[in-house]
Structure formats: structure tokens, C-alpha cells
């Protein structure tokens, strides 16, 4: 018994995925990108020890200067620590990215039946548990160093799942720079440059109102620092306000804008 088999050109092909296959084919990256960390453990040594050493360091540094003492400084510096450290890690996105894109492992994707999205959105949601690990040892070693949250657990397991959710989107600017950048250190290189001073130009880690005039509108204007208020808000009173909103909303945007361009930048260098 013979099998017809239909000629390449008399078949309906799609030149489309739906989104239902969409979101297994990221999965499916995911589950990868989770393979890499497992067989090479220590690509997490930044997120291990940069909470850590970060949280010890500006503690005592800073924590007499701004607040008279360690424990007063721990409610502010925390929560600063925390959105610097993890979104800091989402570098590393970009810089991986452009890595296996040098490898030829991204030329492989490209011709293979699945969604055009998901190598990119999948290596990007196996960086979450490289932000989770950042976040729970950041909110551990406030704890051990004195810190009790006011807002409750509820309250902080929100702030980290928002810290998160708003360092993911911030990974897309960053996967665009793996994408159109010629090496890895360029790409962290211009990542750098575009981070730290949103970072240390915010709320972070001193009281707006030391600052000068001039230098308290950017900061206030800064979206690092609305994402540093929403956390503060969440575990040290337990409420949600308007930065909670602003941050989302800013998510939101950097990934209708960035998601678009990156798999496009990347269908072109591929």
C-alpha cells in the first residue's frame, strides 16, 4: 500500500504561527536556556554575589552618613539594592545573546518551523530565574542583617515579582543591543553606559532632597526611581500607589516597543 505524498508547491503552508504555538515555542527555549545554567553553573556567580557584596557594602558605607545608623538605613537601601542588583543582571541577556548569535546557534533557530519570537522571548524568560535568585538573596541578607519588612510576606513576595516582571521588560532593550551590536563586549559596554546613570541617578540609595534642583527633576522624572518607590511602598507599608502603576505601565511599553524591533533586527542579522 502506497502513501501519496503532496508536491511542496500544491500544499497550503503557513506563513504564520498562532500564539498558542507561539507561547510552546518559547517555552520550549526556556527549557533550554534552563539546561545552560544547569550544565554551567557558574554563569550565576553575579547573581549569587553581587546581592551580597552590593547589600554588605552600601549598608555600611552609607547607612550612618543618610540615616544615622545601619538599621534606619535598611528600609531604604534594600529595596534600592534589590532594583539596582536585579535589573543590573538583565544585561547579561544581551550579552549571552549576542553570543550564541556569534556561535551560529541563532542561524539554526532561524530555519527551523517556529515561531520567529521565541528564541529570543524564551532566553528571555530563563533569565526570570536569574532574577529571582538575585531578589531572594537580596531581601535574605536584609533580613539577616536586621531588616523586617513592616508591608508583611505578601507585601514583599509582590515587590520581587514586580522587580521581575519590570527587569524582563528592560532585558528586550537589552536583547536589541545583543541583536544589532558586532561583540559581547560592546554590548555591555553600551548596556553600562545606558544603566548606571539611570540607576545611580535615582532614589536608590539617598534622599532626593540632598540632591540639587536641577538634579531632582531628572531623578524624579527617572522610571528607576518610580520602581524603587512602588518597592519601598510595598515592603515598608504594605500599599500600592501611583509608581506601582507607572512602572507596570512602563513595562508594558518598553516591551510593545522593543519585542517588535529585536525579532526584526534579529530575522535580519541571522
Known amino acids: 500500500m502506497s502513501t501519496f505524498i503532496k508536491p511542496g508547491a500544491e500544499r497550503q503552508l503557513k506563513n504564520h504561527t498562532s500564539f498558542g504555538q507561539s507561547v510552546r515555542n518559547s517555552l520550549t527555549m526556556a527549557y533550554r536556556g534552563l539546561l545552560k545554567i544547569k550544565r554551567t553553573p557558574e554563569q550565576l556567580f553575579d547573581v549569587t554575589l553581587q546581592p551580597i557584596i552590593f547589600t554588605l557594602m552600601f549598608t555600611y558605607i552609607f547607612g550612618g552618613a543618610i540615616s544615622g545608623d545601619i538599621h534606619n538605613y535598611l528600609p531604604v537601601i534594600i529595596p534600592g539594592i534589590l532594583v539596582?542588583?536585579?535589573?543590573?543582571?538583565?544585561?547579561?541577556?544581551?550579552?549571552?545573546?549576542?553570543?550564541?548569535?556569534?556561535?551560529?546557534?541563532?542561524?539554526?533557530?532561524?530555519?527551523?518551523?517556529?515561531?520567529?519570537?521565541?528564541?529570543?522571548a524564551g532566553a528571555l524568560l530563563a533569565d526570570t530565574v536569574r532574577y529571582t535568585i538575585a531578589t531572594v538573596l537580596t531581601f535574605a541578607m536584609g533580613y539577616v542583617m536586621g531588616l523586617r519588612p513592616e508591608g508583611g510576606f505578601g507585601h514583599v513576595v509582590m515587590a520581587g515579582v514586580l522587580v521581575i516582571i519590570c527587569s524582563w521588560a528592560i532585558s528586550w532593550i537589552f536583547a536589541f543591543f545583543g541583536v544589532i551590536a558586532r561583540t559581547a563586549s560592546s554590548v555591555q559596554g553600551i548596556s553600562m553606559i545606558v544603566l548606571f546613570p539611570l540607576t545611580f541617578l535615582s532614589n536608590a540609595f539617598v534622599p532626593v532632597d540632598t540632591m540639587p534642583d536641577w538634579l531632582q527633576w531628572f531623578v524624579k522624572m527617572n522610571p528607576i526611581s518610580h520602581l524603587v518607590t512602588a518597592v519601598r511602598n510595598l515592603v515598608n507599608l504594605g500599599t500600592m500607589g501611583s509608581d506601582l502603576v507607572y512602572s507596570l505601565i512602563g513595562a508594558a511599553v518598553i516591551v510593545a516597543v522593543f519585542a517588535p524591533i529585536t525579532v526584526r533586527a534579529y530575522m535580519r542579522r541571522t
Open 84 to 120: 539596582q542588583t536585579v535589573i543590573t543582571t538583565s544585561i547579561v541577556t544581551g550579552v549571552q545573546l549576542r553570543e550564541d548569535m556569534e556561535k551560529g546557534v541563532f542561524d539554526r533557530f532561524k530555519s527551523l518551523p517556529i515561531s520567529r519570537i521565541a528564541p529570543l
